[in-house]
C-alpha cells in the first residue's frame, strides 16, 4: 500500500467526503441519535464548529448535546495565524477573522470540557487530518495544558483510513462519531 502524504490525502479525502456528502444527505441527524451520551465524560461546556463545505453538519448534534444543559461554545480566530478561541454561543452570530459565522468579540470565553471537531479523515488510533491550518492541534494543545478535554471527531464513516499521518504536534481524538456508530479510541 502507498502512504500518502499530508497534501495528498487531503487532496483525497476532500473528494472522498463531498462523496459522502451526497450520497448520505441524512448523516448529520443519524449520527446525532447514535451517540451513546453515556459513553461521554461529564461535561459542562462543549465546543462546536459551523460547518463548511462537505463538512459533516454538527447542527444536530449540537441539539442533543444542548438538551443536557451544557453550554455551547463556537471557536473564532481574528486572522489565519491566530488561535481558536471559544466564545458563548448565547446570541447572534457574526463573520470571525475567515469569515466563518462565530460569536463576537464581546462574548464570553469559555473553555469547553469536550471539543467537536470537525475533518477530513480519522484513523482508529485516534489520528485525524484537519484542513491543513492546524487550528483544532493549537487549540486542543493549549486546552489540554489547562485541563482534561475530550476530542470527538465528527466524520462521515466514508472518511475512515487505515493511517493518518501523524507529527509530535497532532492531536489525537479520543472517539468518533459517524453516521453509523460511535467509536471510542480510548
Same mark, same amino acid.
Given at each position: 500500500? =502507498?502512504?500518502?502524504?499530508?497534501?495528498?490525502? +487531503?487532496?483525497?479525502?476532500?473528494? *472522498? +467526503?463531498?462523496?459522502?456528502?451526497?450520497?448520505?444527505?441524512?448523516? /448529520?441527524?443519524?449520527?446525532?441519535?447514535?451517540? &451513546?451520551?453515556?459513553?461521554?465524560?461529564?461535561?459542562?461546556?462543549?465546543?462546536?464548529?459551523?460547518?463548511?463545505? !462537505?463538512?459533516?453538519?454538527?447542527? %444536530?448534534?449540537? *441539539?442533543?448535546?444542548?438538551?443536557?444543559?451544557?453550554?455551547?461554545?463556537?471557536? /473564532?480566530? /481574528?486572522?489565519?495565524?491566530?488561535?481558536?478561541?471559544? +466564545?458563548? /454561543?448565547?446570541?447572534?452570530?457574526?463573520? @470571525?477573522?475567515?469569515?466563518?459565522?462565530?460569536? %463576537?468579540? =464581546?462574548? $464570553? *470565553?469559555?473553555? %469547553?470540557?469536550? *471539543?467537536?471537531? &470537525?475533518?477530513? !479523515?480519522?484513523?482508529?488510533?485516534?489520528? +485525524?487530518?484537519?484542513?491543513?491550518?492546524?487550528?483544532? @492541534?493549537?487549540?486542543?494543545?493549549?486546552?489540554? !495544558?489547562?485541563? &482534561?478535554?475530550?476530542?470527538?471527531?465528527?466524520?462521515?464513516?466514508?472518511?475512515?483510513?487505515?493511517?493518518?499521518?501523524? $507529527? &509530535?504536534?497532532?492531536?489525537?481524538? @479520543?472517539?468518533?462519531?459517524? $453516521?453509523?456508530?460511535?467509536?471510542?479510541?480510548?
Amino acid at each position: 500500500m =502507498t502512504i500518502l502524504s499530508k497534501p495528498e490525502l +487531503r487532496a483525497r479525502m476532500r473528494n *472522498v +467526503r463531498r462523496g459522502c456528502a451526497a450520497a448520505a444527505p441524512d448523516a /448529520a441527524l443519524r449520527a446525532a441519535t447514535v451517540l &451513546p451520551l453515556e459513553r461521554l465524560p461529564a461535561f459542562a461546556v462543549y465546543g462546536g464548529y459551523h460547518a463548511l463545505g !462537505a463538512e459533516l453538519d454538527p447542527r %444536530p448534534l449540537i *441539539v442533543r448535546l444542548g438538551a443536557t444543559g451544557a453550554r455551547l461554545a463556537l471557536p /473564532a480566530a /481574528a486572522s489565519l495565524r491566530a488561535a481558536l478561541e471559544f +466564545r458563548a /454561543a448565547d446570541g447572534e452570530l457574526e463573520a @470571525d477573522g475567515l469569515g466563518i459565522p462565530s460569536p %463576537p468579540a =464581546t462574548a $464570553e *470565553v469559555l473553555l %469547553p470540557d469536550m *471539543v467537536i471537531v &470537525p475533518l477530513l !479523515a480519522f484513523d482508529r488510533r485516534g489520528g +485525524r487530518l484537519g484542513q491543513g491550518a492546524g487550528f483544532y @492541534d493549537r487549540a486542543l494543545a493549549s486546552l489540554r !495544558a489547562l485541563k &482534561p478535554v475530550f476530542a470527538l471527531g465528527l466524520a462521515y464513516a466514508g472518511q475512515e483510513v487505515e493511517a493518518v499521518p501523524t $507529527e &509530535p504536534h497532532d492531536q489525537p481524538l @479520543d472517539a468518533i462519531l459517524t $453516521e453509523i456508530g460511535y467509536i471510542d479510541l480510548g
